[in-house]
């Protein structure tokens, strides 16, 4: 496989760009450009984002980094489809953790980034190149000259909205790179992409690197928060469970939401004060929600208004009058919004209705009626949106359009004059069809041809099921005179549409704004229906992370049967907590569902619970997948150690962790060391922790560690052929032995495999408990002949010559060389223990009782007691060794 790295070629079309070497104004002509080569990496084409709806956008991301040891990075976000730029200044890590997260929520199409950055090739420009596959991107080298901070300047002058363009520029006053980034971007847009925007048209912002929850790239996809792993277009996931929304806005709005969740009390409290009202109030949910419906895509029809193509055509000039007859519509909408919202309590409420109020929108309303036809609508159908579009500018605006629109007229009648007269000649029932590439069409059924052919007057014909479309010389003719007298329609009416837009740009701030206060009632509305329909809980934020009766959210939705809820309960005291139990007995679900109500209450969503209490978390991690990842080279277990690593170098006591299985991609042993020395980390750092795991020895080393709890899924086997998972947590360590053999009994293993498996669990159980008490017998015996060689010294002491000082000398040097040995004792008493813990799950052993089984299958020559016999002597042995060793002191 060839690696990304080396993948770079140069486009012919798209990166030979003729761009200025000085920032230029749009007008400017080409001449005094210099041409550059831009690298494009050849990445797979950007797939729609087809999962749960939201739809592919064009962004366009610039992104420069400082140098040193504490690298500060600047971003720029150009959304083409939505009329936004967002610049943003991060104080990242080493990792680029904080970077990496905000690429993955705006997931731009194209990634900008210096051509120097690839000769060295920088940390952030390596971890960019890894990551293009998940954040389905395109990476692009740009030249250095077009990161200009006075350009970047000028444009926010240039673009921004008049009443906003003083507070942004104090926003990025001393946020260089972020405002670099802005320059490279709206340059490239410019001079590569042939697009620009008008005067003050463009929503600009500044968005601070704090104010949201930090989510890894590994996290998103483990705990599925936008995209169910085994089904890519499956609902669910937890945007999917909660997108009830019902304008493309809100959808957008409420993933933004879920990648990034909210850290600000005040600003959450608004929202579970707005979500309280409207899910209590069942008229004005249901009002609102019925306005609605009926609103169109705001964000899309004003950036395709203030958008100027460099080349005008008469398709941009067919989509202008598209949009305005669109606006018109959106318009139109606005009025039930604010009548739905009326008696509204809350503060966010009465400022989206506010926002909505009819005074701002009706100047806009009479600037459209001046120019547009009032029954004008938005049609989808093709042919009802080109007749929609014919007549959309008002008679007597020009005195040609009149006639072009009577000529367009008169040949649309002349069409259907046509195929009346070829139903009469042929005596067949045509219908009259129309799309936008074929113009008209006529279709009839099949079945009126069969005992006969087709007239020869009918061309292009095409057979689709029991339906055969086709066309006629006349007819083609007839449509074509239908579309030249469309066209001559919309360059009349071009002047007018422009003369419209024009004045419609000055109010488009009070616009976006409108959109953005719909957009957040959709969200808000989408939450107040999942209230309604599963029985969600207001939250509260608080200290401490408590939950009664807490549910997972997408699993509840998924299964048929009903969901056994568990409680929650963490402090800075129980702030580690190991999660044992048998396979199955749904640890995974329990630990995922804890970080899934942390994302909701976050976001301002009400909760699936009986009580709920969360702290603010302000990062989250999750270390569950356990796949390998064969297209970078990494085993299961180098993924989760490289995961885990991550965890470790940005964890801090402001993060909520879970973990699942962790260490089980290596031997038991070994992984049980890991296990523990992370846990010790997590430990130390004071964060939130859940730590699934089968490592019961783990459980019980950590158990007197201060701030380590223990808690266990309950299973019920008391029934010898059965077990019954009974999904409650419960105190302790989970007690059950071997309940994986019990497991296996249930499955349907042939029995004497599962015979042969309990007798070799038995004999490893007898050979872990001889070598414990071996350990004992070994220890003890230490101590007892260094308790003895003292003693024999002190008789020696007693009966010898030594008097005074050098008596007094050599007693506290004995004393002293007594300490040292009986410390040594000690130690290898306690590493002893931990040694025979990790004996239950060491898979060296497994393989020694395994080999003594396959010996008495085997039958050559010893019994079983000859086996435990020989495991006597092992042990006995391994006495004897120790004893060799003590001897030396």
Same mark, same amino acid.
């Given at each position: 496989?060839?690696?990304?790295?080396?993948?770079?070629?140069v486009?012919?079309?798209?990166?030979?760009?003729?761009?200025?070497?000085?920032?230029?104004?749009a007008?400017?002509?080409?001449?005094?450009?210099?041409?550059?080569?831009?690298?494009?990496?050849?990445?797979?084409?950007?797939?729609?984002?087809?999962?749960?709806?939201?739809?592919?956008?064009?962004?366009?991301?610039?992104?420069?980094?400082?140098?040193g040891?504490?690298?500060?990075?600047?971003?720029?976000?150009?959304?083409?489809?939505?009329?936004?730029a967002v610049?943003?200044?991060?104080?990242?890590?080493?990792?680029y953790v904080?970077?990496?997260?905000?690429l993955?929520?705006f997931?731009?199409?194209?990634?900008?980034?210096?051509?120097?950055?690839?000769?060295?090739?920088?940390?952030?420009?390596?971890?960019?190149e890894?990551?293009?596959?998940?954040?389905?991107?395109n990476?692009?080298?740009?030249?250095r000259?077009?990161?200009?901070?006075?350009?970047?300047?000028e444009?926010i002058?240039?673009?921004?909205?008049?009443?906003?363009?003083?507070?942004?520029?104090?926003?990025?006053?001393g946020?260089?790179?972020s405002v670099?980034?802005f320059?490279?971007?709206?340059?490239?847009?410019?001079?590569?992409?042939?697009?620009?925007f008008?005067?003050?048209?463009?929503?600009?912002?500044y968005e601070?690197?704090?104010?949201?929850?930090?989510?890894?790239l590994?996290?998103?996809?483990?705990?599925?928060l936008?995209?169910?792993?085994?089904?890519?277009?499956?609902?669910?996931?937890?945007?999917?469970?909660?997108?009830?929304?019902?304008?493309?806005?809100g959808?957008r709005l409420?993933?933004?939401?879920?990648?990034q969740?909210l850290?600000d009390?005040?600003t959450?409290?608004?929202?579970?004060?707005?979500?309280?009202?409207?899910?209590?109030?069942?008229?004005m949910?249901?009002?609102?929600?019925?306005?609605?419906?009926?609103?169109?895509?705001?964000?899309?029809?004003l950036?395709?208004?203030?958008?100027?193509p460099?080349?005008?055509s008469?398709?941009?000039?067919?989509?202008?009058?598209?949009?305005?007859?669109m606006?018109?519509?959106?318009?139109?909408?606005?009025?039930?919004?604010?009548?739905?919202?009326?008696?509204?309590?809350?503060?966010?409420?009465k400022?989206?209705?506010?926002?909505?109020?009819?005074?701002?929108?009706?100047p806009?309303k009479?600037?459209?009626?001046?120019?547009?036809?009032?029954?004008i609508?938005?049609a989808?159908?093709?042919?009802?949106?080109?007749?929609?579009?014919?007549?959309?500018?008002?008679?007597?605006?020009?005195g040609?359009?009149?006639?072009?629109?009577?000529t367009y007229?008169?040949?649309?009648?002349d069409?259907?004059?046509?195929?009346?007269?070829l139903?009469?000649?042929?005596?067949?029932q045509?219908?009259?069809?129309?799309?936008?590439?074929?113009?008209?069409?006529?279709?009839?059924?099949?079945?009126e041809l069969?005992?006969?052919?087709?007239p020869?007057?009918?061309?292009?014909?095409?057979?689709?099921?029991?339906?055969?479309?086709?066309?006629t010389?006349?007819l083609?003719?007839?449509?074509?005179?239908?579309?030249?007298?469309?066209?001559?329609?919309l360059?009349?009416?071009d002047k007018?549409?422009?003369?419209?837009?024009?004045?419609?740009?000055?109010? *488009? &701030?009070?616009?976006?704004?409108?959109?953005? $206060?719909i @957009?957040? #009632?959709? !969200?808000?509305?989408?939450?107040?229906?999942? /209230?309604?329909?599963?029985?969600y809980?207001?939250?509260?934020?608080?200290?401490t992370l408590?939950?009664k009766?807490?549910?997972?959210p997408?699993?509840?939705?998924v299964?048929?049967?009903?969901f056994?809820?568990?409680?929650?309960?963490?402090?800075?005291?129980?702030?580690?907590q190991?999660?044992?139990?048998?396979? *199955? &007995?749904?640890k995974?679900?329990y630990?995922r $569902?804890? @970080?899934? #109500?942390? !994302?909701?209450?976050?976001?301002?969503?009400? /909760?699936?619970?009986?009580?709920?209490?969360?702290?603010i978390?302000k990062?989250?991690f999750?270390?569950?997948?356990?796949?390998?990842?064969i297209?970078a080279?990494v085993?299961?277990?180098?993924?989760?150690?490289r995961?885990?690593?991550?965890?470790?170098?940005?964890?801090?006591?402001?993060?909520?962790?879970?973990?699942?299985?962790l260490?089980?991609g290596?031997?038991?042993?070994?992984?049980l060391?890991?296990a523990?020395?992370?846990?010790?980390?997590? /430990?130390?750092?004071?964060?939130?922790?859940?730590?699934?795991t089968?490592?019961?020895?783990?459980?019980?080393i950590?158990?007197?560690?201060?701030?380590?709890?223990?808690?266990?899924?309950?299973?019920?086997?008391?029934?010898?052929?059965?077990?019954?998972m009974?999904?409650?947590?419960?105190?302790?360590?989970v007690?059950?032995e071997?309940?994986?053999l019990?497991?296996?009994k249930?499955?349907?293993?042939p029995?004497?495999?599962?015979?042969?498996?309990?007798?070799v669990?038995?004999?490893?159980?007898?050979?872990?408990?001889?070598r414990k008490k071996?350990?004992?017998?070994?220890?003890?015996?230490?101590?007892?002949?260094?308790?003895?060689?003292?003693?024999e010294?002190?008789?020696?002491?007693?009966?010898?010559?030594?008097?005074?000082?050098?008596?007094?000398?050599?007693?506290?040097?004995?004393?002293?060389e007594?300490?040292?040995?009986?410390?040594?004792?000690?130690?290898?008493?306690?590493?002893?223990?931990?040694e025979s813990l990790?004996?239950?799950?060491d898979?060296?052993?497994?393989?020694?009782?395994t080999?003594?089984?396959?010996?008495?299958?085997?039958?050559?020559?010893?019994?079983?007691t000859g086996?435990?016999?020989?495991?006597?002597?092992?042990a006995?042995?391994?006495?004897?060794?120790?004893?060799?060793i003590?001897?030396?002191?």
């Open positions: 496989m060839t690696s990304r790295s080396t993948r770079i070629s486009s012919s079309s798209r990166s030979q760009l003729h761009l200025p070497a000085s920032p230029a104004p007008s400017s002509s080409n001449a005094g450009y210099s041409q550059y080569s831009s690298y494009e990496y050849s990445t797979r084409p950007r797939t729609a984002m087809s999962t749960i709806g939201v739809e592919s956008q064009q962004i366009i991301c610039a992104i420069s980094e400082s140098r040891i504490a690298p500060t990075v600047g971003l720029a976000f150009v959304n083409l489809d939505m009329g936004e610049l943003s200044q991060i104080p990242d890590s080493q990792s904080r970077t990496l997260h905000k993955a929520v997931s731009p199409s194209k990634i900008l980034i210096l051509d120097t950055a690839a000769k060295t090739k920088s940390k952030l420009f390596c971890l960019i890894e990551n293009l596959d998940d954040l389905n991107s990476l692009i080298l740009l030249d000259r077009y990161w200009a901070e006075t350009t970047g300047v444009f002058e240039q673009l921004g909205f008049v009443q906003d363009v003083d507070s942004i520029k104090m926003s990025v006053d946020n260089y790179f670099c980034c320059a490279a971007a709206m340059k490239f847009i410019e001079l590569a992409l042939n697009k620009t008008p005067p003050h048209s463009l929503r600009i912002r601070a690197s704090e104010g949201s929850m930090m989510t890894d590994s996290t998103i996809r483990s705990l599925e936008i995209q169910n792993l085994q089904n890519q277009k499956s609902r669910d996931c937890l945007f999917g469970v909660l997108n009830e929304t019902l304008t493309p806005m959808s409420l993933r933004s939401n879920v990648l969740p850290t009390q005040q959450l409290d608004t929202r579970y004060d707005a979500l309280e009202e409207l899910s209590t109030k069942e008229d949910f249901f009002a609102t929600r019925a306005a609605l419906k009926t609103i169109l895509d705001a964000d899309k029809i950036t395709h208004l203030i958008i100027i460099t080349k005008p008469l398709q941009s000039t067919e989509q202008s009058i598209n949009h305005i007859i606006l018109k519509q959106f318009v139109v909408s606005i009025q039930p919004v604010y009548e739905a919202l009326t008696g509204a309590k809350s503060v966010m409420l400022e989206i209705r506010r926002n909505c109020t009819p005074s701002s929108i009706d806009i009479e600037l459209i009626d001046e120019f547009v036809n009032e029954d609508t938005y989808k159908q093709p042919l009802e949106l080109r007749n929609q579009r014919t007549y959309a500018v008002k008679s007597g605006v020009n040609l359009l009149d006639v072009a629109r009577q007229k008169e040949a649309n009648i069409v259907h004059d046509l195929v009346d007269e139903q009469e000649t042929h005596k067949l045509l219908d009259l069809k129309y799309d936008s590439a074929r113009q008209y069409y006529l279709s009839l059924n099949a079945s069969e005992d006969r052919n087709l020869s007057v009918f061309i292009n014909v095409i057979r689709k099921n029991n339906k055969v479309e086709c066309s010389l006349d083609r003719k007839r449509s074509q005179k239908i579309s030249d007298s469309h066209t001559e329609v360059l009349m009416s007018a549409i422009q003369e419209l837009i024009g004045e419609i740009r000055v109010y *488009m &701030s009070v616009l976006f704004k409108v959109s953005e $206060s @957009a957040m #009632l959709d !969200v808000l509305s989408s939450f107040a229906h999942n /209230v309604t329909l599963h029985d809980i207001r939250p509260r934020i608080t200290q408590g939950i009766a807490g549910r997972h997408i699993k509840e939705k299964q048929n049967t009903p056994i809820p568990n409680d929650v309960f963490a402090t800075q005291q129980s702030r580690f190991i999660i044992t139990g048998c396979n *199955m &007995s749904g995974s679900t630990i $569902s804890i @970080a899934l #109500l942390s !994302v909701m209450a976050q976001i301002g969503c009400f /909760v699936p619970a009986e009580f709920a209490a969360f702290p978390i990062q989250l999750a270390r569950i997948s356990i796949d390998d990842s297209e080279n085993s299961t277990f180098a993924a989760e150690m995961e885990t690593a991550f965890i470790l170098r940005n964890i801090d006591k402001n993060s909520l962790v879970i973990i699942d299985e260490g089980r290596t031997s038991p042993r070994d992984g060391a890991i523990l020395a992370i846990a010790e980390a997590l /430990v130390e750092s004071r964060a939130l922790v859940w730590f699934a089968h490592f019961r020895d783990l459980a019980k950590l158990a007197e560690r201060n701030g380590v709890v223990n808690k266990h899924l309950a299973v019920d086997m008391s029934d010898a052929d059965k077990m019954a009974l999904y409650k947590l419960t105190d302790g360590v007690s059950e071997h309940y994986g019990q497991l296996a249930v499955m349907p293993l029995p004497d495999v599962i015979e042969y498996a309990t007798q669990a038995e004999k490893l159980h007898e050979q872990v408990e001889r071996a350990s004992k017998a070994v220890i003890v015996g230490r101590k007892r002949k260094l308790i003895l060689g003292l003693r010294e002190l008789v020696h002491a007693c009966n010898g010559a030594m008097e005074g000082p050098v008596l007094q000398s050599w007693l506290q040097e004995l004393q002293r007594f300490g040292v040995r009986m410390t040594a004792i000690e130690r290898e008493a306690d590493e002893a223990d931990l990790a004996m239950d799950d898979m060296a052993d497994f393989e020694a009782v080999d003594d089984a396959a010996s008495v299958s085997r039958r050559d020559g010893y019994e079983a086996s435990e016999e020989m495991s006597t002597q092992y006995e042995s391994t006495i004897e060794d120790d004893n060799n003590a001897d030396k002191y």
